[in-house]
C-alpha cells in the first residue's frame, strides 16, 4: 500500500500519495459522500525466453486508500496530478471556511 502525506494550511488540504513506476490512467479517484477513494488495479504480463524454456512473470499491483474528507472541503474544486512517482491531490477549503481568524474572548 502506497505511503501518504496529508498536509493542511489556510487554503487546503493537500495528499501525496507515493506510487512510482506507475501511469496517471492506472488512478482511479472517487468522491462518494465525505470519502475520497484513490484505487489502482495494474496488471502486468512479461513473457521472457531464456534458452530452451520460456519463463511468464506476472506482476500485479492493487490498492486502495480512503480518506474522511472535512466539511471545509470544497469538493467541486479537488484536483490530482501526477508526477515523479507521487500522485499530489489539491482539496480547496471553502471560501468562508479557508479564512483563519484569531480572537481573544474578554473574560467579564
Same mark, same amino acid.
Given at each position: 500500500m502506497p505511503s501518504a502525506n496529508v498536509l493542511e494550511d489556510d487554503k487546503e488540504f493537500k495528499i501525496e500519495l507515493a506510487a512510482p513506476g506507475m501511469k496517471k490512467n492506472d488512478f482511479? *479517484? #472517487? %468522491? *462518494?459522500?465525505?470519502?475520497?477513494? %484513490?484505487?489502482?488495479? *495494474?496488471?502486468? #504480463?512479461?513473457?521472457v525466453k531464456e534458452e530452451n524454456y520460456t519463463r511468464k512473470e506476472f506482476n500485479y499491483n492493487s490498492f486502495s486508500r480512503t480518506f474522511i474528507l472535512p466539511e471545509t472541503v470544497d469538493v467541486a474544486k479537488i484536483e490530482a496530478t501526477y508526477k515523479d512517482g507521487i500522485l499530489t491531490l489539491d482539496l480547496p477549503k471553502k471560501p468562508e471556511l479557508a479564512k483563519s481568524y484569531k480572537k481573544e474572548i474578554a473574560v467579564h
Open positions: 482511479k *479517484v #472517487d %468522491i *462518494v459522500n465525505n470519502q475520497l477513494t %484513490i484505487s489502482s488495479e *495494474v496488471t502486468d #504480463d512479461k513473457e
